[in-house]
């Protein structure tokens, strides 16, 4: 299986190492170190305590980054930071030291030939007595900087050792006393680092960011063809064996590196140690087996079964979390407010790393960033493999779930790599579409230009089985594109298939014109089919349907019909098609609002249908649909009783519509909407005013039920006020759950009392004031239509 070869071939890159390591340490002479400090004076070799005391006395406390912060807290960091514009070097004469040791370090680092480090100073530090930094990550702050370097300068001083940590490794480094000797530590930007509490004396450092330039800028390791031929197998087989969940090989590689990089510091020819040579091969592999190759970084999700250290594997109780996150030890221009930070510090954020992990229960891996191409951000495990498993890396942020009743506890770790994707040739079209379906329309715009439309059609076909996700997600560019390309294609299967997913709110002005020629070119029967499958509310994504507003579209839909109008007979029977599509979409609205229960929310859900239904009505009159213009029209005059409640909505139609000119009103219906609602207005103020004495209730909701028809006996009665029923306790909730969705004016309480119980039931004066209301409304509704029409 595919499984296989990925991971043979992810074992083999792993043999492979470059000659250096993740960090170095070289010593050198400070003859050629010209130094001043700016109140101090030029520093003398080794530093004398007088003149460290001087410098710790215009210092400032150093400040750590984290995030988006930058935190001042001395559990963290302490040691004094002097800034950058009060050290003056002696480039040209330090130069002549500096840069021999960086080619040294460069080597060291495993740089590939011809690399050459450059160093940038950052800041000069002064460590005292129980001063220190506790383990961190430098951010890498500029382009191409890959690392850090620090120069601790000749002085007496004990303690302060440098650990540079990474994939489980570490190295400790010792800087001890000398007179004319400096101790240089290089090591990638990447690495996690802390400085040892100072036992006595000052520890003196500069330090530096490395970047790599000079005339090797673009150098990368020289792959061995032993290698590359073997890698070149994995791949093929790779590419030509199933996936363990399909029945098709994989796409993709998706093939993690070891390092972080951020994305100005991504590139082939800025992989850092053993990255550099096994890309290279991979990539030479992916040459030889008809491949292409580039690079992304990945964000790493796992979620481990987890114990804390010392429980076992008992049950734990509490689900108590806990969480950290990993900072940088620069700072930078963030926020400096820390009230309130979660941040565990004295050393509790490495706590987390003697939790004991039990099982991976579950894993994913977004790419993004792409250096070369923008590829589908998602990954499938059949297309992953790692020479060294993320869990042996050190995460970004970690948090800790306890067992919280219906799971165990687990542990979610985060990490930040670097991945070199590979993918064939022969499917490079499909894999750069699940990037961009934008540019994949683009394409097959380009074939057609280029006359080679069977290629064309072919190519389209293979978009199928994700198109439905890209074209949901898609704008109004890729909607116009989708649908230029798909007349021209020629060939209704394959163009029904790249449009029927697109939302039906995209549709715009814009695409009228497209939209008539693919009536043109297809029949009406196809685009009346299309439309109906853009119209199938079911087909919808949730998620798609929460972030359109098809009321809204709708409610603009007559410019998107006079603009079809325009375009010729195909482009008004498109049009024609949408207009009966949309009334049959309201008139299932209007269906759904009348049943709600609650009369407060068929009136609002009755109005919100105020703006596309006008849309509607003037939609239908600029394409000629009579027949639709006329169904809603009976609808909103409709004048039975048991459709009372649509007054309402259509006084919304008519009040959106008043300041239409005269002759468009009278087109779209609303002349004769507004003279039934003055009508029905007419008559029922005619009715007499409700009786003081007049007690009875209409509710329109409840069943069949015994205790609704006891229920509706005591609200229709005129003379009943108060009603005691000593009923049981779930009689009572649906006696109690009629009245508060029929919104009755009846207070209902329990007299909890006696065995059952007693449900005294009390009409209120609200059922008086309501109808006093009501009536001034409609007297005012009544005014504004003769003042109007």
Not at 194 to 214: A, F, K, N, W
Request: charged share 25%; hydrophobic share 40%; net charge neutral.
């Amino acid at each position: 299986m595919t499984s296989e070869a990925r991971h043979r071939l992810a074992a083999r890159l792993g043999d492979m190492r470059a000659p250096g390591s993740f960090s170095a340490q070289l010593t050198g002479a400070v003859d050629d170190l010209d130094l001043e400090v700016q109140g101090v004076g030029a520093l003398t070799f080794p530093v004398p305590p007088a003149q460290a005391e001087q410098l710790c006395r215009l210092a400032r406390p150093a400040r750590y980054g984290r995030g988006e912060r930058t935190l001042l807290d001395a559990r963290v960091r302490d040691t004094w930071e002097i800034p950058k514009s009060r050290v003056k070097i002696d480039k040209r004469r330090w130069n002549n030291t500096l840069r021999p040791v960086l080619d040294r370090l460069g080597t060291e680092l495993g740089l590939p030939p011809g690399r050459k480090l450059k160093a940038e100073l950052h800041s000069m530090l002064v460590y005292g007595r129980g001063q220190f930094f506790l383990p961190h990550q430098d951010s890498e702050r500029g382009d191409g900087m890959v690392g850090s370097l620090v120069v601790t300068l000749p002085s007496a001083f004990k303690g302060g050792d440098l650990v540079v940590e990474h994939g489980g490794q570490s190295e400790a480094y010792t800087a001890r006393s000398a007179r004319t000797s400096a101790s240089f530590v290089a090591f990638y930007a990447d690495c996690r680092h802390e400085v040892r509490p100072v036992r006595s004396g000052y520890r003196i450092v500069l330090t530096y960011d490395l970047t790599l330039g000079g005339p090797g800028a673009t150098a990368e390791w020289p792959p061995e063809p032993e290698a590359v031929e073997a890698a070149a197998g994995c791949l093929a087989e790779h590419f030509d064996t199933p996936g363990l969940r399909a029945d098709v090989p994989p796409d993709r590689l998706v093939y993690l590196l070891d390092h972080e990089y951020t994305q100005r510091g991504l590139g082939w020819s800025c992989l850092k140690g053993n990255d550099g040579r096994r890309a290279a091969v991979l990539r030479a592999a992916a040459e030889r087996c008809g491949c292409d190759a580039t690079l992304a970084l990945a964000d790493v999700q796992e979620v481990w079964s987890a114990y804390e250290p010392g429980w076992g594997r008992r049950w734990q109780g509490g689900g108590r979390r806990r969480r950290w996150a990993g900072w940088d030890g620069d700072g930078g221009d963030h926020d400096e407010d820390d009230e309130d930070d979660p941040w565990p510090v004295g050393g509790e954020a490495d706590d987390l790393d003697a939790y004991e992990l039990g099982e991976l229960v579950d894993s994913s891996i977004t790419l993004d960033h792409w250096v070369d191409e923008q590829l589908d951000p998602s990954t499938t495990n059949d297309e992953v493999c790692a020479s060294t498993p993320s869990v042996d890396l050190r995460p970004y942020s970690s948090e800790y779930e306890g067992y919280m009743g219906n799971y165990g506890n687990t542990m979610d770790r985060w990490y930040r790599r670097a991945a070199v994707v590979v993918w064939p040739r022969s499917r490079a079209f499909v894999v750069r579409a699940r990037g961009s379906a934008l540019w994949a329309v683009g394409e097959l715009s380009a074939r057609l230009r280029a006359g080679e439309r069977e290629e064309a059609r072919n190519l389209a076909a293979t978009l199928e089985p994700f198109w439905p996700r890209a074209a949901a997600s898609g704008d109004g560019r890729l909607f116009g594109a989708a649908l230029r390309v798909a007349r021209t294609l020629d060939e209704p299967g394959v163009a029904a298939m790249l449009l029927r997913s697109f939302p039906l709110e995209r549709l715009a002005r814009a695409h009228a014109r497209a939209l008539a020629a693919l009536a043109s070119g297809y029949g009406d029967d196809w685009v009346a089919g299309l439309v109906g499958l853009w119209w199938d509310d079911e087909r919808r994504p949730r998620s798609l349907a929460a972030g359109l507003d098809r009321r809204r579209w709708v409610a603009s839909l007559p410019g998107l019909c006079q603009s079809l109008a325009g375009a010729g007979p195909a482009g008004a029977s498109v049009a024609n098609a949408i207009v009966v599509a949309a009334w049959r979409w309201l008139a299932g609205a209007f269906d759904q609002a009348r049943q709600l229960p609650r009369p407060s929310q068929r009136e609002a859900r009755l109005a919100e249908l105020a703006a596309p239904v006008l849309g509607l009505l003037r939609s239908a009159a600029a394409t000629g649909s009579s027949a639709v213009r006329d169904e809603a029209v009976a609808l909103l005059c409709d004048d039975r009783e048991e459709a009372a409640e649509l007054l309402g909505g259509a006084l919304a139609v008519v009040r959106a519509a008043h300041r239409l000119p005269p002759a468009q009103r009278a087109e779209a219906g609303v002349d004769e909407v507004a003279r039934s609602c003055a009508r029905r207005i007419e008559a029922d103020l005619a009715r007499p005013p409700r009786a003081d004495d007049d007690w009875s209730v209409a509710l329109t909701v409840g069943c069949r039920c015994e205790l609704c028809q006891i229920l509706a006996a005591f609200l229709a009665d005129p003379a009943r006020r108060t009603f005691e029923w000593p009923i049981a306790e779930k009689k009572r909730q649906h006696v109690h759950s009629v009245l508060n969705q029929g919104e009755a004016p009846v207070l209902h309480r329990t007299r909890r009392t006696g065995s059952p119980y007693t449900l005294v039931l009390t009409k209120t004066t609200e059922l008086h004031e309501r109808e006093r209301k009501a009536r001034r409304q409609r007297e005012a509704d009544l005014a504004w239509l003769r003042s109007h029409w």
